[in-house]
């Protein structure tokens, strides 16, 4: 991931010159699998409509619909098997809320992509992309709490959140019965 990352993206590196990622303990075998991460593009919705709502449909994550993707596709980032097609098999938005804070959301890892390292890669690509747009303080909200706690995010009580994530909450439809765990890191 170039530390330098700036919207709108830079050019598609050619892929000799791309770096390298080695996932030898988890590819079976394979010595080397380069996995990129990339903004996602209006041609990327359908993929990420089938990866975020086949974990929504299992009560894992929210749903999201296409409008909803089309308006704030500049959010999100994927990655991508190229060996595969170009098929994404992972995805994660950052969400700005107010001057000082964005929400880490709707991040989905492909069920055969999982335990690789890519969850990591993402959050901290969001990360990186929240520091340049001087973004101080990153939350989320989860049921993968141990996830987001091995990444530094802290806990916190609902009352502890910041008052603007309120006025997210108030549409979503888990609203008066929420499972997901308020989670915030300072970057």
């Known amino acids: 991931m170039a530390n330098d990352f700036i919207d709108p993206p830079p050019e598609e590196v050619a892929e000799d010159k791309r770096p390298k990622v080695a996932y030898p303990d988890v590819l079976n075998g ?30 894992l994550m929210l749903p999201r619909g296409p409008q909803y993707l089309f308006e704030n596709i500049r959010d999100y980032a994927v990655i991508v098997d190229e060996a595969a097609g170009g098929q994404i098999v992972a995805c994660g938005s950052l969400h700005v809320l107010w001057d000082d804070m964005a929400e880490i959301r709707s991040m989905a890892i492909h069920p055969d992509y999982q335990k690789r390292g890519l969850g990591r890669r993402l959050v901290e690509f969001l990360k990186q992309e929240a520091g340049q747009l001087g973004i101080k303080r990153l939350f989320t909200f989860t049921l993968s709490e141990d996830f987001f706690a091995r990444l530094g995010f802290t806990r916190k009580l609902r009352d502890e959140l910041p008052p603007k994530v309120w006025g997210e909450c108030s549409r979503c439809p888990k609203y008066f019965k929420c499972d997901e765990v308020g989670m915030v890191l300072e970057i």
């Open 30 to 59: 394979l010595e080397e699998a380069y996995l990129p991460i990339r903004k996602a593009r209006i041609s990327d919705v359908e993929a990420l409509l089938e990866l975020v709502n086949g974990f929504a449909s299992q009560n």
